[in-house]
Every structure is written in C-alpha cells, then in structure tokens.
C-alpha cells in the first residue's frame, strides 16, 4: 500500500492511498496530489539517509510520497 | 533566489575567511589600542581593560547570534522538547508524537537516537555534516573546526516541532546547495566558540557531528 501524506498542524495526514492494481484509488491519488502541489506544497519521496527526491509528478510506486510547505531563511 | 550565487565549496571556503578577517577587523584595533594607551599610561590600565572586554566580546555575541539557529522556538503546534518545560495541550503533544514518528521514519538508527536525546538530528552532505534543529542548522565544515549557522525554517511556523524538523531534512536531502543557498548565516567561525554558547542538548548534537 503506497501514502500520500501532508505534513500538517496535526503531525500528518494521509491524503490519499493506494496500490499499484487499483486503477481507481491511483486516479483519486493523482488528482490528491494536484490538488496538494496548487495549494503550494512540494511533494518528497524519501530515498533512504541522505537522499531525498523532489517530485512533480505522483510516482506510482513510491512507497511513500511527503507533502511539505516551502522553507524560507530566517 | 535567483539573485542570490549558488553556494558551493569555493564560496563556503571564501566566506568563512571573510568572517575572519571581519572577527579580527572588529577585536585588533581594540587590542592595539588597549595595549597602547597601558604601555603609554599605567593610569589608563581600566580603559585598556576595557577595550579588551570589547575585543572579546564582540566575536562572542555574534556567536550567540549563530548559536541561536538552534534555539526550540515555542508556537501553537511545538511540544516540550528535550530541556523545554511543560504547558503544551494535549492536541499538539498527539501531534508532537505523530510527527516524530514520521520524522523518525526518515532516520536510521542513529540519528533517530540523537533526535530522541537531543532534539536535534544529524545529516552527512556533501558540504559537511548538518545539525538541524527546528528553526535553523549548523554546518560543520569538513575538519570539524569551522561552523557555519544558517537561520532557515519551514513556512508554517504552527507545524510541531518535529514536523518542522522533517520539513528542513528533507530540503536538505532534495536539495543541499539550494539550502545552503536559501537559509541565511547568522554566524561563520571556530567551532568552539559555537559550542560553548550552546543549549546542553545542542552541544550535544554538535559533539556527534564530527
């Protein structure tokens, strides 16, 4: 089962899930994820210590996909 | 950022000696002239004293200036972190926890330990080795006597903490000379000078970045 979670006030949250032969949940999770990037978040997969991948696209089989806000420097 | 020069290891490099030669262009001429006017007058001893408070002091705040990177901001969506007190409510404490959890996720066993001990968690890049805290990062420069302080955060400033945390973590892993490039150094200089300015769990992760 593959997440899409948002980093929010609540510590986070799954916007959407879904498996690689579910047509249907990968559909609502693409369109999850649009959604997500036009509010402003940036979308993350994690590649284990040290790496990170910046994402535009919803990868299908990504395990995990993370929603962040933008930083900024302080 | 566009107007801003990409940061790598050349400008790193040229940056931290401008800090220096700005530390001793700042503490010289207080130290000149305090031994100046004790050589010329006796009398003067007090105001060299003086001046030597000055020359010492001057390095010292800006490193309490770049200590603070990591200094745990409170707001609506932190909990108590390590050294921090109570009054935090039940919802962000949930939140608090849900969110290391993730955090966590993204750690292996080591840094997660660290994160759990001090708040703080550790990343190897390729500019050095990373202490990131809520509301900023140190850079330990490669040779472990320099220190860079960046102020840089997440733009909802509500996340809790660890949240916050992940936000600059995976920034980071995405992206490390774009960090580098968009935080701002509060602070460039030896790295115990840092240190000693530092919260105990601070100098506590700062001591595993080596």
Same mark, same amino acid.
């Given at each position: 089962?593959?997440?899409?979670?948002?980093? %929010?006030?609540?510590?986070?949250?799954?916007?959407?899930?879904?498996?690689? %032969?579910?047509?249907?949940?990968?559909?609502?999770? +693409?369109?999850?994820?649009?959604?997500?990037?036009?509010?402003? @978040? @940036?979308?993350?997969?994690?590649?284990?210590?040290?790496?990170?991948?910046? +994402?535009?696209?919803?990868?299908? %089989?990504?395990?995990? +996909?993370?929603?962040?806000?933008?930083?900024?420097?302080? | 950022?566009?107007?801003?020069?990409?940061?790598?290891?050349?400008? $790193?490099?040229?940056?931290?000696?401008?800090?220096?030669?700005?530390?001793? &262009?700042?503490? #010289?001429?207080?130290?000149?002239?305090?031994?100046? =006017?004790?050589?010329?007058?006796?009398?003067?001893?007090?105001?060299?004293?003086?001046?030597?408070?000055?020359?010492?002091?001057?390095?010292? $705040?800006?490193?309490?200036?770049? &200590?603070?990177? =990591?200094?745990?901001?409170?707001?609506?969506? *932190?909990?108590?972190?390590?050294? *921090?007190?109570?009054?935090? *409510?039940?919802? *962000?404490?949930?939140?608090?926890?849900?969110?290391?959890?993730?955090?966590?996720?993204?750690?292996?066993?080591?840094?997660?330990?660290?994160?759990?001990?001090?708040?703080?968690?550790?990343?190897?890049?390729?500019?050095?080795?990373? /202490?990131?805290?809520?509301?900023?990062?140190?850079?330990?420069?490669?040779?472990?006597?320099?220190?860079?302080?960046?102020? #840089?955060?997440?733009?909802?400033?509500?996340?809790?903490?660890?949240?916050?945390?992940?936000?600059?973590?995976?920034?980071?892993?995405?992206?490390?000379?774009?960090?580098?490039?968009?935080?701002? /150094?509060?602070?460039?200089?030896?790295?115990?000078?840092?240190?000693?300015?530092?919260?105990?769990?601070?100098?506590?992760?700062?001591?595993?970045?080596?």
């Amino acid at each position: 089962m593959s997440r899409l979670v948002r980093m %929010d006030q609540t510590g986070h949250t799954t916007v959407a899930e879904w498996t690689a %032969d579910d047509p249907e949940a990968i559909e609502q999770a +693409v369109r999850a994820f649009r959604s997500e990037l036009e509010q402003g @978040y @940036y979308a993350v997969v994690s590649e284990g210590a040290g790496h990170a991948q910046h +994402v535009r696209e919803l990868p299908r %089989d990504a395990s995990l +996909v993370i929603l962040r806000r933008p930083i900024a420097g302080g | 950022m566009h107007w801003r020069a990409r940061v790598d290891e050349r400008h $790193l490099t040229r940056h931290g000696r401008l800090w220096t030669i700005s530390t001793v &262009a700042h503490t #010289v001429p207080f130290i000149v002239a305090a031994v100046v =006017l004790g050589a010329l007058a006796p009398v003067l001893i007090p105001v060299s004293l003086i001046l030597l408070a000055h020359a010492w002091a001057i390095p010292e $705040l800006y490193a309490a200036r770049g &200590a603070g990177a =990591l200094r745990t901001r409170t707001g609506s969506g *932190s909990i108590p972190g390590p050294g *921090s007190g109570p009054g935090d *409510s039940g919802d *962000s404490s949930h939140a608090e926890r849900v969110a290391a959890g993730l955090l966590g996720d993204l750690l292996d066993h080591r840094p997660r330990d660290l994160h759990a001990r001090t708040g703080m968690v550790l990343e190897r890049g390729r500019l050095g080795t990373w /202490v990131l805290g809520d509301a900023g990062a140190l850079l330990v420069r490669p040779g472990g006597r320099r220190v860079n302080c960046y102020c #840089v955060k997440a733009t909802d400033s509500a996340l809790p903490r660890s949240d916050r945390i992940a936000h600059l973590l995976l920034a980071l892993r995405s992206d490390e000379i774009g960090f580098a490039t968009l935080a701002n /150094v509060s602070f460039s200089g030896a790295r115990w000078r840092v240190r000693r300015r530092l919260s105990p769990p601070a100098r506590q992760a700062l001591d595993a970045a080596r």
